[in-house]
């Protein structure tokens, strides 16, 4: 599965953005999406994840209320929708594909992804 991301940008606080995530090949496997995200000087971490079928979404506390992470219906687009955002949301964001088992299965972990996009940048000014 190759992903692309996409849609990253100088913001304000307060601002949003709109990630994209290619990926192509995903509708012929059974791959949860997720996003991550890693800041200078600090380790990658989770930002949301979504099961195959659509229908689970987990995000991480920093960001549950503001995010929402959605994908197109033959499921070959990810979206990370990204709402009233502060400076320290600033980083590199990632798009991955993790092959799970079942339709609605997830994935949290860094380590239970298989392929990952190259990502995008997403700076919020203060």
């Known amino acids: 599965v190759q992903l692309q991301a996409s849609g990253g940008g100088l913001v304000q606080t307060g601002g949003c953005l709109r990630l994209?995530?290619?990926?192509?090949?995903?509708?012929?496997?059974?791959?949860?999406m997720g996003w991550f995200r890693q800041a200078p000087g600090k380790e990658r971490e989770f930002v949301a994840t979504?099961?195959?079928?659509?229908?689970?979404?987990y995000y991480a506390e920093s960001v549950k209320g503001r995010f929402t992470i959605s994908q197109g219906s033959d499921n070959n687009m990810v979206y990370l929708r990204m709402n009233n955002l502060k400076p320290e949301d600033t980083a590199h964001y990632y798009c991955?594909?993790?092959?799970?088992?079942?339709?609605?299965?997830?994935?949290?972990?860094?380590?239970?992804?298989?392929?990952w996009g190259k990502g995008t940048q997403v700076t919020v000014s203060s």
């Open positions: 991955a594909a993790a092959r799970v088992f079942g339709v609605h299965d997830t994935a949290l972990l860094a380590t239970q992804y298989n392929f």
């Open positions: 979504i099961s195959w079928r659509g229908d689970r979404k």
């Open positions: 994209s995530c290619s990926a192509p090949g995903r509708s012929a496997g059974n791959y949860a």
